[in-house]
């Protein structure tokens, strides 16, 4: 603590007395009592139209100390209050050039933005404002809906993008698989086998009959092949 002392209404020189023992003259001087230590201001939550048109309400906590008892005392009636006052204003003024978006994600470049504003005004009233947070940004709940759908809509559609990416990428490693097999006959049959395999480790009660894949292409051949014709001898004959 502080003491800043007038006599007969008049600042004494040698600036404020204490800690320690000092004396005074009595009914002739007037001793102000000024607590050095950090002060906390809770500022209530702030009404505040944003720059986009959005009313959010936002509170925030100050951290304070007088670092000048005597200008405490002789510049300011109540330093205090002043302090408290120009806070909430200084919120206000601060978020109300802000966008929404930029509120709720550059909390600290707005909390230094107040702090420096903060200090400068109180500097003439021997008040050093030693930390300014954003407490709480509360959004109304039709707007709390239309941000929660609006971030829906845009994980779907990056759902659908990561898909598409996804099947672009399995269609051209399909077709170099397919020119490869294409390339090497042995790499069906290997393939085949394959699939036996992981069938037969997935399904253990699953019957499979294989079949040679030459002898359904020569059935294949067959019944897409033409009739055969008849000679002219048996023509002939016919006759």
């Known amino acids: 603590e502080r003491a800043v002392m007038f006599r007969l209404g008049l600042l004494l020189s040698g600036g404020a007395r204490g800690p320690g023992v000092f004396f005074i003259v009595p009914c002739v001087d007037i001793v102000e009592i000024i607590d050095m230590r950090v002060q906390t201001f809770n500022v209530p939550p702030q009404e505040i ?3 986009d048109s959005v ?4 509170s925030a906590i100050m951290w304070f100390k007088v670092k000048d008892a005597t200008s405490a005392v002789a510049n300011v009636d109540d330093y ?3 302090a408290k006052l120009l806070a909430a204003t200084t919120l206000r003024n601060v978020l109300g050039t802000r966008n929404l978006g930029d509120i709720l994600s550059e909390r600290e470049s707005i909390a230094q933005e107040m702090e420096s504003a903060l200090d ?3 500097d003439p009233w021997g008040v050093q404002v030693e930390r300014v947070e954003v407490k709480d940004v509360r959004v109304p709940e039709n707007l709390q809906r239309a941000m929660a759908a609006e971030a829906e ?3 779907n559609a990056r759902a659908k993008v990561i898909a598409a990416e996804g ?6 490693a399909l077709r170099h698989a397919a020119e490869v097999i294409m ?3 042995a790499a069906l049959q290997l393939r085949y086998l394959q699939t036996l395999n992981s069938i037969s480790a997935e399904n253990n009660s699953t019957i499979i009959f294989p079949v040679p894949i030459d002898i359904i292409s020569q059935l294949l051949g067959r019944n897409g092949s033409e009739p055969p014709k008849i000679r002219s001898e048996d023509a002939e004959a016919q006759k």
């Open 49 to 51: 139209l944003t720059k």
């Open 80 to 82: 205090s209050g002043s």
């Open 153 to 155: 809509a845009a994980r």
């Open 55 to 58: 009313t959010v309400f936002v």
């Open 167 to 172: 099947e672009h990428k399995s269609s051209r």
């Open 120 to 122: 400068e005004a109180t």
């Open 183 to 185: 390339d090497s006959p």
